[in-house]
């Protein structure tokens, strides 16, 4: 490796944004939603992709722990980018998800442990060093999309558990507690972030260049906690789930008619924000959040068609799922650019 090619590379992890797990949730959902469709090959090119994308992330995030400690503690520090870290449970949880349907069902559940470990220990870091404990006001003022990351890593601790269920034999009861509880507090989460980011964009002003990719998670935290409810709703019976199937059923409808309804709304905000105010687009590592939620919303109504016996529901799953494949095949093309012009390729003179 030549000195400008490390000193490149040295920059791109020490910048590394804590929410590039979105790539693997992207990838990893995609993957689920086209084995969910039959299209195997396909599922497997894009659970390697997952995978793959998994390691790579993951190394160079322990890699910028080491050696760049500054920077991610920095991240912490920031309302504006310390939800993402919640990537990383959801990101895990996908692979999770998906690499039950390939068979792996311990490894799958070593992936939950370690997923709802991290879950709990940033639910209550994150929202204290990032927001609560942060002296500057008003703090409000840095709320955006990327709250939203919070539901949805509670909510994928909830789809894990509810996958696992079928086959965790004694251990079947404490997963449909843990599903219904990390339901329901992911569902109180995206009350409370919509209001936090709902006031900060009536409150202060909102630039075209604010209204970033990560908004998109809104749509995607709504999505997950269909996907969620649906797969609690098709747990065998358990008290907990007994008590909630009906609830959890109904809520679920609910959100997936609101995911439908900020579609539009996002992709003409996009339009106001690219076309109207001439804010270039270009790759940034925010866009895989907008990817997922379209991923997501495909597989969480594909499910609850499935679920609650809806089939137009079903079909607009899977008609979302290939917009959604298109979209990420976009995205994927402009971050290898990106990263060949930014980091590969040697500078000129």
């Known amino acids: 490796m030549t000195d400008d090619l490390r000193t490149r590379f040295d920059t791109a992890v020490q910048g590394l944004t804590p929410g590039y797990f979105a790539l693997v949730m992207a990838v990893g959902i995609l993957s689920v939603g086209m084995e969910l469709e039959g299209f195997t090959v396909l599922s497997m090119v894009l659970f390697v992709g997952c995978a793959a994308g998994f390691v790579v992330l993951g190394s160079l995030s322990l890699l910028r722990l080491v050696r760049y400690r500054h920077a991610m503690a920095e ?49 209550y870091v994150v929202p204290w060093t990032a927001v609560l404990g942060k002296s500057a006001r008003p703090v409000l003022a840095n709320a955006n999309g990327t709250w939203f990351i919070w539901v949805v890593a509670s909510q994928s601790v909830a789809v894990v558990a509810a996958t696992l269920e079928p086959v965790a034999g004694p251990a079947r009861d404490g997963l449909a507690v843990l599903a219904v509880i990390c ?119 594909i499910y609850l068609g499935r679920a609650d016996s809806l089939p137009l529901v079903r079909w607009i799953g899977r008609v979302e799922l290939w917009l959604a494949f298109a979209v990420c095949l976009v995205v994927f093309v402009a971050m290898c650019r990106h990263l060949v012009r930014t980091v590969f390729r040697a500078r000129s003179g």
């Open 183 to 301: 339901w329901s507090v992911g569902v109180f989460l995206y009350a409370a972030a919509g209001v936090f980011v709902a006031a900060r964009m009536l409150l202060y002003e909102l630039r075209p260049v604010d209204l970033n990719p990560p908004y998109w998670v809104a749509m995607g935290a709504c999505a997950i906690t269909v996907l969620a409810g649906a797969r609690i709703v098709e747990m065998a019976a358990a008290p907990m789930v007994d008590v909630t199937r009906g609830l959890v059923a109904g809520a679920s409808v609910m959100f997936w008619a609101f995911a439908s309804w900020l579609i539009p709304v996002l992709f003409m905000v996009g339009w106001w924000r690219h076309r109207t105010h001439r804010v270039p687009l270009r790759y940034e590592a925010t866009l895989w959040s907008m990817v997922f939620p379209l991923g997501m919303y495909a597989v969480a109504g």
């Open 75 to 123: 991240d912490f520090l920031d309302p504006a980018r310390a939800f993402g870290f919640f990537t990383y449970v959801a990101g895990t949880n996908v692979l999770g998800v998906r690499m039950f349907m390939a068979g792996y069902h311990t490894v799958t559940a070593v992936l939950l442990v370690l997923t709802s470990l991290a879950w709990l220990v940033l639910g």
